[in-house]
């Protein structure tokens, strides 16, 4: 049976039990504050949302402090010496380990030249690693034609699932060139959790 509740301005409010035979309880929290329906105006914010929940999840932003030499047509591990943001402290020594299980968008970035003037670039490619190994996604990497022949750029970017204790990202890359390989200093890399698992 419907219970009506009645202001003293003289609008109500009505709640209206399930018509069933079993019992159901709404408990309301120890807190002011207002509830909040989907026929509200009223706004969820960041703080109202736990830790899991993806919005307020780990997010880190990481770039290269400096080229970075590597030897032609390996897959190295690339360094990320700065940090520019760090929401939950999980990056550390060009690794992105979050406490948080979900399913991270990680984006990582890298542009290849060489040490000599001149020498020749033909690929650079970057790659997301998850645990130490390559993960698909979406990229590209760049062949470079002889008249753009002194650098090449690559990115690549996947969904990836990480349990919140020990899974952990990496960026590598590798680059093809007859000089030395140097990866240049617009090294990067984001992420941030898409969606709590």
């Known amino acids: 049976m419907p219970v009506k509740l009645s202001s003293t301005g003289g609008g109500s409010v009505t709640l209206t039990t399930p018509s069933t035979a079993s019992d ?5 929290p120890a807190a002011t504050g207002n509830v909040v329906t989907t026929g509200s ?34 897959l ?31 984006f990582g970035f890298g542009s290849g030249t060489t040490t000599e003037g001149g020498a020749r670039v033909d690929l650079a490619e970057v790659r997301l690693y998850k645990n130490g190994v390559s993960q698909p996604g ?7 034609p002889s008249y753009l022949a002194s ?18 990202v ?3 890359g590798r680059i093809v060139a007859s000089g030395t390989p140097q990866f240049e200093n617009t090294m990067n890399m984001y992420g941030f959790l898409a969606r709590a698992a």
């Open 170 to 172: 990496e960026l590598y």
């Open 24 to 28: 159901y309880t709404a408990t309301f």
């Open 76 to 106: 190295t591990k690339l360094t990320l010496g700065t940090e520019l943001y760090d929401t939950a402290s999980c990056f550390s020594s060009s690794r992105f380990t979050p406490n948080v299980a979900g399913y991270y968008l990680i």
């Open 138 to 144: 979406f990229g590209t990497f760049n062949y470079a």
């Open 151 to 168: 650098s090449a750029s690559s990115m690549h970017q996947a969904l990836i699932y990480l349990n919140g204790t020990t899974d952990y």
């Open 41 to 74: 105006s009223a706004v969820v914010t960041q703080g109202m949302l736990a830790a899991g929940v993806a919005g307020n999840g780990p997010a880190f932003g990481a770039t290269s402090a400096a080229t970075q030499n590597v030897t032609s047509n390996v």
